[in-house]
């Protein structure tokens, strides 16, 4: 399973890098060659499951602390409390506890929309954000993964694809945009370029994936739905944060892409929902 999910995003990164290299666009070559070093990165810690995903998830939580230490200017040592605390708290509560994880990560984004601007600027929003999207997030993208490797796979394919065709669609047909305050550079056609290439990712789950093999096809569009709404609102949500902060990257550690946490950022929000939808479908492993 892990080596045609290999063969296929391989596929998909390799035309992005061949597009941007004839259309001379830099920053699509960079991002797709970026993508590949995540891909070799993700590659082999679902294959030395248990321990290689949460050496993963250690790696770039400790990453992400770096970037909100830049944006809060908090120390170390408290971000890494926050962290930790996070990280132990997505791995004590087994997959069951995907109930507890989805509420905090909705408190925290409704937090990060409706808190006034001196709010978010605080410290301790700082390290709110970093216990519940960076170590809750994370925790649970790693507990989802070592559960099922089914649905570490599922997750991070239709997110993945949503945040590309959204990206190369907008950049080719985008005209609206509808949230220029928040994010200037999403458009309605990107949205909905977005939506094509999360059910392109459906109907692949299936074959030659084989992530869905003999599952019903109402559930994969469910996944499939949740990926979109949930992936949009982690990028939207963060989005929001930075220009609270005045900043248009969290860093520029991940050519192409900003930092870990601009590149993350859907995974982070979205990993306990994703979690949840699936015990609920019954998915199991």
Sequence with gaps: MLWRF????????????????????????????????????????????????????????????????????????????????????????????????TGVMGVIVLACWALPRPWVLSRGFGGVLAFGTVGLGLGTWALMAT?????????????????????????????????????????????????????????LAYHPLGLMAGRPVSVALALGGFAVVGGNIGDLTFSKVKRQRGIKDFSGLLPGHGGVLDRFDNVLVAAPGFLLLWQILGMGR
């Design 6 to 101: 290999d063969v296929v995003v391989l596929a998909f990164i390799l035309g992005g890098l061949l597009g941007g290299w004839r259309a001379h666009h830099v920053a699509t070559v960079r991002r797709s060659l970026t993508l590949m070093g995540i891909l070799a990165l993700l590659t082999g810690a679902l294959a030395c499951r248990p321990w290689g995903m949460w050496a993963l998830a250690v790696l770039i939580a400790g990453v992400a602390l770096y970037e909100v230490r830049l944006a809060w200017h908090m120390s170390w040592l408290l971000l890494a409390v926050f962290v930790a605390l996070g990280l132990a708290g997505a791995a004590a509560s087994a997959p069951p506890g995907a109930v507890w994880t």
């Design 147 to 203: 559960h099922s490797l089914r649905a570490g796979l599922m997750f991070i394919w239709l997110l993945q694809l949503n945040d590309a065709f959204g990206y190369f669609g907008g950049r080719l047909w985008g005209r609206h945009h509808p949230v220029p305050s928040v994010s200037p550079g999403k458009t309605i056609e990107g949205y909905a370029a977005g939506v094509i290439g999360v059910g392109l990712g459906c109907v």
